[in-house]
C-alpha cells in the first residue's frame, strides 16, 4: 500500500468481511437452512434418468423417490442443531457501535464523537430497513412467508434466533 485511501479502501474491506459480512451469512443460516425443504441442494442423488427403475419408482411414487434423494434423519438433526447454534447471539453480545461504558477504552474526545456518530449511522440504516422492508412497492421485501429482511440489522436481542445483529466481535 502506498497510500492512505490504500489503507482505508483495505481495512474497510477487512471490516466489511469480518463484521457485516460474517454476521449476514452467520445469523442467518437457521432460518434460511433450519427447514430442509430450504435446502434443495442437499439432496444426495441426481435426478434419475428416463427409463431406469429409479425413474419408475418417482414417477409412481414420489414421495418415496424424494425421500431417498434427502440427508437421513439423524444427520439432519445434527445439521440442524449446528445452524441453531451457530445462529444464536450470547447473552452478553455487544453489537457494532456498541461498547460497556464507552468512554473508558479512550479518552480521546475526537474518537468518542466519531464513535456516537457511527452508532447514529448505523440506527439510520437499521431504520431504512425496516422502512425498505414495509414499503409495499419494492417488490420481494419479504415473500410469501412474510419474513423480512433483517440481516443487516445492526443490533439484534440477545439469545435467541433472531437472523439480525451484527458483533462488535467474531468468535468463529
Given at each position: 500500500m502506498q497510500t492512505r485511501e490504500e489503507l482505508i479502501h483495505s481495512l474497510t474491506i477487512i471490516i466489511w468481511i469480518?463484521?457485516?459480512?460474517?454476521?449476514?451469512?452467520?445469523?442467518?443460516?437457521?432460518?434460511?437452512?433450519?427447514?430442509?425443504?430450504?435446502?434443495p441442494g442437499m439432496s444426495r442423488r441426481l435426478i434419475p434418468d428416463p427409463g431406469t427403475s429409479e425413474y419408475e419408482e418417482l414417477k409412481t411414487n414420489p414421495v418415496k423417490g424424494y425421500l431417498k434423494t434427502i440427508t437421513p434423519q439423524f444427520q439432519t438433526l445434527i445439521g440442524i442443531a449446528v445452524l441453531e447454534v451457530l445462529s444464536i447471539h450470547s447473552s452478553?453480545?455487544?453489537?457494532?457501535?456498541?461498547?460497556?461504558?464507552?468512554?473508558?477504552?479512550?479518552?480521546?474526545?475526537?474518537?468518542?464523537?466519531?464513535?456516537?456518530?457511527?452508532?447514529?449511522?448505523?440506527?439510520?440504516?437499521?431504520?431504512?430497513?425496516?422502512?425498505?422492508?414495509?414499503?409495499?412497492?419494492?417488490?420481494n421485501r419479504t415473500g410469501p412467508v412474510k419474513m423480512p429482511y433483517t440481516l443487516l440489522y445492526p443490533t439484534s436481542e440477545p439469545g435467541l434466533v433472531t437472523a439480525k445483529g451484527i458483533p462488535n466481535s467474531i468468535s468463529i
Open positions: 469480518a463484521s457485516a459480512l460474517h454476521a449476514a451469512i452467520n445469523f442467518g443460516q437457521y432460518p434460511y437452512g433450519g427447514f430442509a425443504p430450504n435446502r452478553d453480545e455487544y453489537f457494532l457501535g456498541q461498547r460497556e461504558a464507552a468512554a473508558e477504552w479512550t479518552k480521546d474526545k475526537e474518537a468518542l464523537k466519531a464513535f456516537e456518530k457511527f452508532g447514529k449511522k448505523l440506527a439510520q440504516i437499521e431504520e431504512k430497513i425496516t422502512m425498505m422492508n414495509n414499503d409495499e412497492k419494492l417488490n
